[in-house]
């Protein structure tokens, strides 16, 4: 009953209609904006974020998924419209509807579940259903299906949906990682992380940030590990490169491989420092300081961090995952 009233309900929510505007495409040359601007971030993920769910009406780790967790720290609230997106389709699943993959129940799981712990500290039944259905999807093995799309770091293995799963539960409020289907569900999670090691400098630290939320991932040995190592990839300006977290072949026609030693760029940055805030940086560390000094400086003119696609030119999608995790350093690390 309480279902099919949850179901009835969130059908019946209004999506916000507001017009937004459409970021042109993503370029290298782009220019710096004169200063760090939060109403241009702002302005820049909701054309990327809410244009997506219009356009495309779905979740993607690369786009609407970060939005969610990023865009609610900005002032205006056009990011409800993508929640109550979300919320519509969980209900479809509860109704009968089939979601479109493994990979997209846990994603949506996660978004549900970090704009719950950022906004209200409860658990919405949207949330719980998501987060239901996560477990029942999960593979024997512990992990999930994951889109095997060849688009690095998010979309090509396993061990990624893995961490966002655990990611996913680790932010649920309201005790929900208690539960006897969540304990059951973690149990397999973590046997698989205790036999299959992260592929990459990325991954680890996919694993670090989870291992702030769900206990027992990581030891505090591999922590610390794991921390010395993010930090000694700090590049001289302050940043760090997507590039120099793993080993990614290109799939342009032309083949040009991914430089470690690239220069900085806004997911490898934004990303680097939120998870190490999260693990427990300062912001007054050097590290952090250094980073949050190269985050200001190098906003684009559209609102967004630029990052390089590791897969290839055509689309850098990457770069409104990276221009999220600006968004969340600088929140994090309190900089104004």
């Not at 006897?180 to 036999?195: H, P, R, V």
């Not at 120099?244 to 220069?263: C, F, I, M, Q």
């Not at 003119?301 to 696609?309: A, D, F, K, M, V």
Request: with cysteine; proline share 5%; charged share 25%.
């Amino acid at each position: 009953m309480r279902s099919s009233l949850f179901a009835l309900v969130a059908l019946a929510l209004p999506l916000i209609a507001a017009d937004i505007p459409t970021p042109k495409p993503t370029k290298p040359d782009e220019p710096m904006a004169k200063a760090y601007s939060a109403e241009k971030a702002a302005e820049y993920l909701d054309g990327v974020g809410i244009g997506w769910t219009r356009d495309r009406s779905c979740i993607t780790c690369h786009t609407n998924m970060p939005y969610l967790t990023a865009r609610p720290l900005l002032k205006g609230d056009g990011w409800k419209e993508v929640r109550e997106f979300l919320e519509k389709d969980v209900a479809k699943w509860q109704t009968g509807g089939k979601p479109r993959g493994d990979a997209y129940v846990v994603a949506t799981a996660f978004a549900l579940a970090f704009n719950d712990a950022q906004q209200t500290g409860k658990l919405h039944d949207a949330t719980r259903a998501a987060l239901d259905k996560m477990w029942d999807v999960q593979a024997k093995d512990g992990a999930w299906n994951w889109l095997k799309c060849e688009w690095p770091p998010l979309e090509h293995d396993d061990y990624y949906g893995a961490t966002l799963a655990a990611l996913a539960v680790g932010y649920a409020p309201g005790d929900y990682a208690k539960t006897e289907k969540a304990q059951a569900g973690l149990k397999k999670l973590k046997a698989y992380f205790a036999k299959v090691s992260a592929p990459d400098l990325h991954h680890r630290a996919m694993l670090l940030w989870a291992s702030t939320k769900v206990p027992g991932l990581m030891t505090a040995d591999e922590r610390a590990k794991t921390v010395a190592s993010l930090k000694a990839k700090q590049r001289k300006d302050g940043g760090w490169s997507l590039p120099s977290l793993g080993a990614y072949k290109r799939r342009d026609a032309e083949k040009t491989p991914n430089d470690p030693n690239a220069e900085s760029d806004g997911y490898g940055t934004g990303f680097v420092a939120y998870v190490l805030l999260t693990a427990g940086e300062k912001p007054n560390d050097d590290t952090i300081g250094n980073a949050v000094k190269w985050l200001k400086a190098n906003q684009r003119e559209s609102g967004r961090w630029y990052t390089r696609s590791l897969n290839n030119d055509k689309a850098h999608y990457i770069a409104n995952a990276g221009t999220a995790f600006c968004v969340l350093a600088l929140h994090e690390a309190k900089a104004k």
